[in-house]
């Protein structure tokens, strides 16, 4: 198949997040000069001037010649947008009047008004990309008094550590791959120099093991905490507290509240220095209840996408036979691109809304009961439903999100296969994955379910799946196994 440009835009609209179609829109409106941001009008009345104003203007300026140049071998884009921006003088002080730049202003260079520019003060106030950890590392090394050959090599390891702090590259590699100025000879007592030194304490670290050990003090008070981490590291993360209890012959409460002891200390002590940026969640709809239908209502979050126009004059000036050839060619095709991101928005809002009022009926359940009533949802389903292709409802949920009075949800996440309960009711995958939650996070801390009394559970609750099928669901939702789980 072939595809038109127009089809494969409109496709990459629809499949955009909120937050790309604004940098979309912001990308044209700087490059296309016939787009512009619409105003809603404050009211009627101040419409129905700007109507009467625009036919004055029709009827006053319709008629008029435009001549963009005289010398037809200077055809350059830029320099037909120059004197297009100065046309001012054939226009005269109609083109001046703040009625007609109200209604329809041409694209030109900014005045100075007074007024703050909402875009500058935007840009002023981003916060600046925060620097390395490497970066910062460097710096304080630099610091240090240090002879050349220490200097270096520890330039070298800062280079290795990651952003938790670790040097994860095994020891034997970091002295064979060491550059030609390194002295090799060095880099342990250059290691030890750099966990000694740097802050915050445990960077440089190899393990986790290393990592804790230089973060706890080497005192009595701390002599139970600093046994388990050395020696018992494993014991820990399979949760055999009895075992740890044993040979250090003290008793289980003493071994948990070393272990509360343990969590004031850091084992990604480069996450102190860099933070990771935060995904932001912005809802395309918001799902509301009428009381008085009995229904839940979507509505679509236009506010943070810019609402853009076509520009008039550009729009005059692109029919208007007495112009230019090249710079009418010129800008009827930046009048083409602009109608049709104008038509992609629209039929992207069109057709999204539509998937989520058949969401809203087909998942009414979830709305009133909770994630344990989701039913499955094929989009096949919904396609044939729409009369619309696969592909275009798969584009339509792609990275879009809802707010709900139960929450803020992928709306990808409504769409999912599932089975049959006993009773014969459908059930999606994401219900049985909320059911197996509840039964974990009810069960007896002292004596957890392993997989198969969870198999068991499930079906006592009418949902039969096979044991791999829990283990599989359990690990999505970070649940560990029933021996991790335990409590002493």
């Not at 506010?303 to 550009?314: D, K, S, T």
Request: proline share 5%.
């Amino acid at each position: 198949m072939k595809l038109a440009p127009r089809m494969i835009q409109s496709m990459e609209i629809l499949q955009m997040a909120s937050v790309a179609l604004e940098e979309r829109i912001e990308q044209e409106l700087s490059n296309n000069p016939t787009l512009e941001l619409y105003e809603q009008p404050a009211d009627e009345e101040e419409q129905a001037k700007r109507e009467i104003e625009q036919e004055q203007r029709d009827a006053q300026e319709g008629e008029r010649e435009l001549v963009i140049s005289d010398d037809t071998t200077d055809m350059s884009h830029a320099a037909d947008f120059e004197r297009l921006a100065n046309i001012s003088e054939e226009y005269g002080e109609a083109w001046k009047s703040n009625t007609y730049e109200t209604a329809a202003p041409p694209r030109q260079k900014a005045r100075n008004t007074g007024e703050r520019d909402a875009k500058l003060d935007a840009m002023a106030n981003t916060a600046a990309r925060g620097r390395s950890l490497a970066d910062q590392l460097l710096d304080d090394w630099h610091l240090l008094d240090t002879v050349p050959g220490v200097r270096r090599a520890g330039e070298y390891l800062i280079e290795l550590i990651d952003d938790d702090g670790y040097i994860r590259l095994p020891w034997d590699q970091v002295h064979s791959q060491a550059p030609r100025d390194v002295i090799t000879s060095l880099l342990d007592e250059t290691l030890e120099l750099l966990q000694k030194s740097l802050e915050p304490v445990g960077l440089g670290a190899r393990d986790v093991r290393e990592c804790l050990l230089l973060q706890i003090p080497d005192t009595q008070a701390m002599a139970t905490e600093r046994a388990i981490v050395s020696d018992y590291l494993p014991d820990i993360e399979a949760n055999r507290l009895p075992k740890i209890a044993k040979a250090l012959k003290i008793d289980i409460e003493q071994v948990k509240q070393a272990l509360l002891g343990l969590k004031a200390f850091h084992i990604h002590p480069g996450r102190m220095l860099v933070s990771t940026p935060t995904q932001v969640i912005r809802p395309d709809a918001i799902v509301q209840y009428d009381e008085q239908a009995d229904c839940y209502v979507a509505f679509l979050c236009h506010g943070r996408v810019p609402a853009v126009q076509i520009n008039y004059q550009y729009e005059q000036l692109g029919a208007d036979k007495t112009t230019d050839r090249k710079t009418r060619e010129f800008v009827n095709n930046n009048l083409r691109s602009a109608r049709w991101l104008i038509d992609a928005i629209e039929q992207r809002s069109h057709t999204l809304l539509r998937v989520i009022n058949v969401v809203l009926e087909s998942q009414r359940d979830f709305f009133d009961m909770g994630p344990q009533a989701l039913k499955p949802l094929p989009m096949t389903l919904v396609a044939d439903q729409l009369g619309i292709h696969v592909a275009t409802v798969s584009r339509a949920v792609s990275e879009k999100f809802i707010q709900s009075p139960r929450g803020i949800f992928p709306l990808r996440m409504f769409f999912s296969g599932g089975t049959e309960t006993d009773a014969g009711e459908s059930m999606s995958w994401t219900a049985v994955q909320a059911k197996l939650q509840e039964i974990i996070d009810a069960e007896d801390k002292a004596k957890p379910f392993n997989d198969d009394e969870l198999v068991a559970q499930l079906k006592e609750a009418g949902i039969e799946i096979a044991r791999r099928t829990v283990a599989k669901y359990r690990k999505q939702l970070h649940i560990p196994p029933a021996r991790q789980r335990r409590e002493f």
